[in-house]
């Protein structure tokens, strides 16, 4: 193929991809949290959920993998709400790690990355990353995120024929997440960390291998496609605002790198507006 010929199969791509996406079921927008057995959980306010999660009493511990953030399932309560959450420790750092066959530099593997990741996603209007905040137990500092009920992983989805992975990878909703994860460096997505609980709707979780001090993101070209609202607060939400969002949980070396990656995400749709025009690049609100 011919260095003329490559923008034209370019165009060709994001213009058959828009006539697939106006024809494809759009995922749920509905966002409820629920309690072991199905039902609306008593609080659905993420503010009072956080809160209950640093006060909440821990009364049973069950490990559930060996990643390096050791996850535990969790039994939490106060006096008058009772659900489960996942409790990650550990913050590991390395020069280098390979991971999934792939070297990686400046590796850090954290468990405040989950709450730094939930709050870049409300910062961002998306909404995907369920409530997580930081609190000790047993003695150790680590992160604890409410845990959702009733809920498939993508790749249990697949497996149980739920869904085509064909269609997965053409989904609007997918370059969305795409550009979530390049904004705060999630190297680590795989259909594993991708819940779609009861409701239809898609949570994105598990981002304790993100925001790596770096602004060039090999899947940068992967991303075509954004939603209106997205779009916006990447454009209009301040250095300020992102930074005191997540200066708790990230270092300065990181934050920086995560207002680069914004400015470069943005730059990057906007020549892909000027090239093939909202209509084909802005496909969810």
């Not at 494809?24 to 959920?49: F, H, I, M």
């Not at 697949?158 to 904004?183: G, S, Y």
């Amino acid at each position: 193929m011919t260095a003329l010929a490559r923008p034209v199969f370019f165009v060709c791509l994001l213009v058959a991809n828009a006539a697939l996406f106006a024809a494809e079921p759009v995922e749920s927008t509905t966002r409820v949290y629920k309690t072991r057995d199905g039902a609306l959980l008593a609080e659905q306010n993420d503010a009072a959920l956080l809160a209950f999660l640093e006060e909440c009493t821990i009364t049973d511990t069950q490990p559930i993998g060996d990643g390096i953030t050791k996850p535990f399932r969790v039994e939490i309560e106060t006096d008058t709400l009772k659900a489960r959450a996942i409790f990650r420790y550990g913050d590991t750092k390395g020069k280098k790690a390979v991971v999934d066959g792939k070297l990686h530099l400046n590796f850090h593997d954290s468990a405040g990355f989950e709450v730094a990741a939930y709050r870049v996603s409300e910062l961002m209007l998306l909404h995907k990353v369920p409530p997580a905040t930081l609190r000790k137990h047993l003695g150790k500092p680590g992160s604890i995120q409410i845990w959702i009920e009733q809920a498939k992983t993508r790749k249990q989805q697949i497996l149980d024929r739920d869904i085509d992975p064909n269609e997965v990878v053409t989904r609007v909703e997918e370059h969305q997440m795409k550009a979530f994860d390049f904004l705060i460096y999630n190297f680590d997505r795989h259909p594993g960390n991708i819940l779609v609980d009861s409701e239809g709707f898609t949570w994105w979780i598990d981002h304790t291998r993100s925001f790596k001090p770096e602004t060039k993101v090999p899947f940068l070209k992967q991303v075509n496609h954004i939603g209106r609202t997205f779009l916006e607060r990447l454009r209009t939400v301040s250095d300020a605002d992102l930074r005191n969002a997540v200066k708790p949980y990230l270092s300065d070396l990181q934050i920086n790198a995560l207002l680069k990656r914004r400015r470069k995400l943005v730059r990057h749709f906007q020549n892909l507006i000027k090239k093939y025009g909202e209509e084909t690049v802005i496909v969810l609100p």
